[in-house]
């Protein structure tokens, strides 16, 4: 099985090229610029350039061979409004066309827990990102015929992973989520597909793999 990780130089997508690699599957990791290519190939992966600024078909090129795309994706907190919508929605969406022009059906979305709650967006300070995050989400819900899975952590944080999650994070005590712990569940996802699911998650209690198996 061969995935292409669309944003593989950001911190999760680091982890997920990384961990995905391990597991003796080909990664391939999509990135903006050479520069970043040492990365990837230290992580395991082989680096694939590709322009989220540019056009669907531009991108097809880097999905030759490939089975499964993910799109880990982000602007970043440092940008602008303006480049939110360019990368995590118009992006994604580029992202979906491509994926179809290249025949592949599977694609894994990585979105955010809250996109469905306007309410929490104007809490948030943040309401462009999840703006971006819902439209994104509900593109590839309804605009495409891909065999997708999109995924909704909590928020993000940089501790240690603890290898174990929740699928209800509404019953749990906490909102938040290792960004290696959504790596592992990424990598859970393409070992073990999830068509047509929407999966909300934070840490928890369960082992990832027993969570989404």
Known sequence: MTTLIIGAHGQVGQHIVKQLAATGETVYGGIRNAEQADTITQLGGQPRTID?????????????????????????????????????????????????????????LISALGTDDRAFWN???????????????????????????????????????????????????????????????????VKHPQPKQIIELVNGNTPVAEALR
């Open 52 to 108: 989220l600024l540019g056009t669907a078909e531009d991108m097809v090129p880097a999905m030759a061979g490939v089975d499964t795309v993910v799109f880990a994706a982000g602007s970043g907190g440092s940008t602008g409004d303006d480049m939110t919508l360019n990368i995590d929605l118009d992006g994604a969406v580029k992202a979906m066309h491509a994926t179809e022009l290249a025949d592949i059906k599977r694609f894994i």
């Open 123 to 189: 809490q948030s300070g943040i309401r462009p990102y999840y703006v971006a995050k819902y439209y994104a989400d509900q593109w590839l819900r309804h605009r495409t015929d891909l065999d997708y899975t999109i995924l909704r952590p909590g928020a993000l944080t940089n501790d240690a992973p603890t290898g174990q999650i929740s699928l209800d994070p509404a019953t749990s005590d906490t909102k938040k989520i290792t960004r290696r712990d959504v790596a592992a569940a990424v990598v859970a996802v």
